[in-house]
């Protein structure tokens, strides 16, 4: 029998007295997280039983591989912690982390399907990774998003933030001196119309000096909790726009997607604003197209929505990012003023060995079709997957197998050889 809590802040109160007594015995504590991926997307797909049977797996799993001592919680619908108390060390953690992804990874039947759980964990140690339950558990459920992004299902939580140990204000320094490149990457089109213009992402990137690459999510959220976001914004668009107006003067023109973080719609002017740079650059509004996340437009669908609306109402492309990450219902997309869908790529990376994945992404292409958006693939990394998108009548893909992130010179001379 599962313990069901009522919420995360009765498990971190749980943690706490755990923790109390731990550290009075100098032993490690190892905390999991584990999230079974797409439990509402199963269960709307194949019923209700097909996600709990889901569930189901994930507690057997826990009964069979956790030892006496160690306790289990079912936190959410889709989410359980996992105490492991009095440990020598880390690896023992580990230990316990591999044991349940590899019992999870055997497909189950659910009536008359096969169905292959997908789950991921986030593990993190006491004192190591932190000493109060919190700290504990932030640092558990990040790992748990970083297991998502990998070959593995467990990853252990390796503190990011001081690995890109950068202070705001060096970032504001780049803005400012213009030290962030913009690079671009090929949206392909799997239908290809007479007269249709390439497209590209910008994605953005920054060298630190001292630091190297720094990831663009993370410079991004650092702008986002420092009041540059809408520096940071105006620096996409106007790079973005005077590339595209450059190929056009060249005689080749292009269209061009530009990631929106949802703070920057809540900045006053804002769709005034990307009007104006529009008109600046000469580039006609329907060569613009400005994506959000689903899960950022879920934390303001209200002003958000509105926001998006006028810039569509200007003739301006708005696409939804990582589609399917967000929680946002499938009924819901019919109020999103949004003309393109993009599949996250953690659906897609899966297509080909997953039949629930697979599934998945033909419902997304359906149901986008159905209200008249097109449909966009992320993260295609081989040809059988191109190909079997093709078939499925996806509209795009975009992926490393067609081309990577480029310079943007270097990503338009790729589009010229390739036709
Ligand atoms: P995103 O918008 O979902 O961008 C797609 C990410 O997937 C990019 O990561 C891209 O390099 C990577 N990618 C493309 N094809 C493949 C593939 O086949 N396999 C794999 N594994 N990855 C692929 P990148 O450039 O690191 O950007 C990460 C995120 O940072 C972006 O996710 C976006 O949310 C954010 N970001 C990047 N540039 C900007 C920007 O200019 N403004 C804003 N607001 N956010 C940005
Ligand atoms: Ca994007
Ligand atoms: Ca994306």
Request: with cysteine; charged share 25%; net charge negative.
């Amino acid at each position: 029998m599962t313990r069901r809590l009522p919420s995360r802040t009765a498990l971190i109160a749980l943690l706490q007295d755990t923790l109390d007594s731990a550290g009075a015995h100098h032993a490690t504590l190892g905390l999991l997280v584990l999230r079974v991926r797409r439990l509402l997307e199963t269960g709307r797909l194949l019923g209700y039983d097909a996600g709990e049977a889901l569930v189901d797996a994930v507690q057997t799993a826990l009964e069979d591989v956790l030892r006496e001592e160690d306790g289990f919680w079912r936190v959410s619908d889709d989410e359980f912690a996992v105490v492991l108390p009095g440990l020598r060390n880390r690896e023992h953690v580990a230990l316990a982390a591999a044991k349940l992804t590899r019992t999870l990874s055997q497909p189950l039947r659910v009536g008359e399907h096969s169905v292959v759980p997908l789950v991921n964990i986030g593990v993190a140690t006491a004192p190591d990774d932190g000493g109060d339950a919190r700290t504990l558990y932030r640092c558990a459920d990040q790992a748990c998003d970083d297991a998502g992004t990998g070959e593995e299902r467990h990853a252990f939580f390796s503190a990011p933030a001081h690995a890109y140990d950068f202070e705001p204000g060096e970032l504001a320094d780049a803005l400012a001196a213009s030290r962030l490149q913009l690079h671009l990457q090929c949206v392909l089109p799997l239908a290809p119309i007479a007269g249709q213009l390439p497209r590209y992402e910008a994605l953005a990137r920054w060298q630190h000096p001292r630091l190297g690459a720094i990831p663009p999510d993370v410079f991004v959220r650092v702008a986002e909790q420092t009041g540059q976001i809408a520096e940071f914004t105006r620096w996409t668009l106007n790079v973005g726009l005077r590339q595209a107006a450059e190929a056009a003067r060249g005689g080749a023109p292009f269209a061009i997607s530009i990631n929106l973080a949802v703070e920057a719609l809540r900045v006053p002017g804002f769709t005034e604003q990307v009007i104006d740079l529009l008109g600046f650059w000469n580039v006609p509004p329907a060569r613009l197209v400005l994506e959000i996340t689903e899960s950022g437009l879920m934390t303001d669908v209200e002003r958000s929505g509105e926001a998006l609306m006028r810039l569509r109402e200007a003739g301006i492309g708005v696409a939804i990012d990582d589609f399917g990450t967000g929680y946002a219902s499938m009924a819901y997309l019919r109020s999103l003023p949004a003309n393109e869908l993009k599949i996250d790529q953690s659906f897609v990376r899966d297509m080909l060995a997953d039949p629930r994945a697979r599934r998945l992404v033909g419902s997304m292409i359906d149901v986008s079709h159905h209200l008249g958006m097109s449909v966009v693939a992320e993260g295609v990394e081989d040809g059988a997957t191109l190909e079997l998108l093709r078939a499925m009548g996806c509209d795009h893909a975009q992926g490393y197998h067609i081309s990577r992130p480029l310079p943007a010179a270097d990503a338009l001379r790729a589009q010229a050889e390739r036709t």
